[in-house]
C-alpha cells in the first residue's frame, strides 16, 4: 500500500496495537483512527497508564500475585487464614475468587500451567516456590483452583503427586453445572461430573 | 470487589482501555495482564506510539485525510488527478481505496454520514468544505463513495442533490458491495470492480 495515504506516527501506533493479543490490524486502525478524533488528553492519560503501571506494578515475592507493594495486600494482611492456600493459574483468577468473598485464606499464583504443546513444564511454573511454602508447616488445605481445562487438570494432577508426600489436604474446586446455566445445554462432559459429584439433600 | 486485590496502577490502566470501542472490562483485563509480563519496553514505546500520533498527526486542510504535514502527500501531488475527486466517508477508506491502485485522483473525507438517530446532519460533516472545492472548476466528476449502508445511501443522496447544479458528473461505486457492509472490510477486487463500474447517478 502506498505510504503516503498513511502518515508514519499513525501506523507506528497501529503496528504497536496490533502486537497486542487479541488485536489484528484491522482493529488496531480503528482503535488509532478513534485515538485521532479523541482529545489529546485522553491519548496522553492512556500513555501514563501504561507506563505507570509497569513501574509500579511488580509480582508479590511470596504468592507472585500482582501487588504495588511487597509483600502484598492478602500476603501481609494477618486476617487471612494462613493455613488453607489456593492455588491458582493467573492474577486475574485472584481477583475471580476474591469476588466470591467466601474464601478467606491465601494465594499462590503459577503464571500459568503445565502444557507440553506450548513448551511450559513444570520449571517454567511458579511451583518450586509453592512447595517450599508448604514446608514452613502453616498449611493444612491446598485448594487446587486451576481451569477445568486440559491443561489445568494436568497441572492439577503434577501438583496433587508433589504435595502429597507432604501430608497435606488437597482439594480440588467441585466440577458441575453453572448456577443460573441450563440442563440441556450443558456439555457431556460436565453433566458427567455433575452427576458424579451429586451430593445428598438435607 | 475488596480493592486489596487490584492494584490502583493495574485498576487505572484497565480504566483507561476500557474507554476504547469495542474493549470492554474483561479484554481491558487480559491486556493489561499481558503487558503486566512483557518488558517495560513494550509498554513505554506504545505510550509514546500514542502520545506521538496525536501530536503528529493532523487532518489536512483541503481533504481532511489524516496526515503528518498540511496539505497531505496526495492533496500536495501534482500527478494526482484534479479532475476526479473521491468523497469517502473516513480517512480508514482512504487506505481501502488507495490499496485497490485503480483510483489516481484526490480525496475528501466527510468524517462520518448522515444519520438521523446518531444526530449526524449535513452541518457535522465536512460538505460546505466540500461544496466549495468543486466551485473552484478543477472537478469534473464526483465519486460519492460513502459505505453502502443506510446511512451512505442517504448521505450519497443528499450530496448528489447539492452537486446536481453545479452541472459535474457525479457517479457511485457499482453495487458490487455487499449491501450492509463496511467500505474498509471489502477485499481488493471487489473494491477495484466497484470502481471500475461506477455509475452515473441520475
Known amino acids: 500500500m502506498p505510504s503516503s495515504t498513511i502518515p508514519r506516527p499513525v501506523q507506528t501506533l497501529i503496528d504497536e496495537l496490533s502486537r ?3 488485536i489484528g490490524p484491522k482493529t488496531a486502525s ?5 485515538l485521532l478524533r479523541q ?3 485522553q491519548s496522553k492519560s ?3 497508564a501504561l507506563v505507570e503501571m509497569k513501574e509500579r506494578t511488580r509480582f508479590c515475592s511470596i504468592c507472585f500475585n500482582m501487588t504495588e507493594n511487597d509483600p502484598c495486600p492478602v ?3 494477618e486476617a487471612r487464614e494462613a493455613s488453607v492456600l489456593c492455588v491458582l493459574e493467573e492474577p486475574l483468577d485472584v481477583i ?7 474464601f478467606k485464606g491465601r494465594y499462590h499464583v503459577l503464571h500459568g500451567a503445565i502444557s507440553p504443546v506450548d513448551d511450559v513444564g513444570p520449571d517454567d511454573l511458579r511451583i518450586k516456590e509453592l ?5 514452613d508447616n502453616k498449611v493444612r488445605e491446598v485448594i487446587i483452583a486451576t481451569n477445568p481445562s486440559y491443561e489445568g487438570e494436568a497441572t492439577a494432577m503434577y501438583l496433587q503427586k508433589q504435595i502429597a508426600p507432604l501430608g497435606l489436604k488437597v482439594t480440588r474446586l467441585a466440577r458441575g453445572l453453572p448456577v443460573g446455566g441450563d440442563l440441556e445445554y450443558a456439555d457431556e462432559t460436565t453433566l458427567a461430573r455433575a452427576l458424579e459429584g451429586r451430593s445428598e439433600m438435607s
Chains 1, 2 share one sequence.
Open 20 to 22: 497486542l493479543p487479541g
Open 30 to 34: 480503528r482503535l488509532t483512527y478513534f
Open 39 to 41: 482529545p489529546l488528553e
Open 46 to 48: 492512556l500513555a501514563e
Open 75 to 77: 500476603c501481609s494482611d
Open 96 to 102: 475471580a475468587i476474591e469476588k466470591t468473598r467466601v
Open 131 to 135: 512447595l517450599n511454602r508448604l514446608r
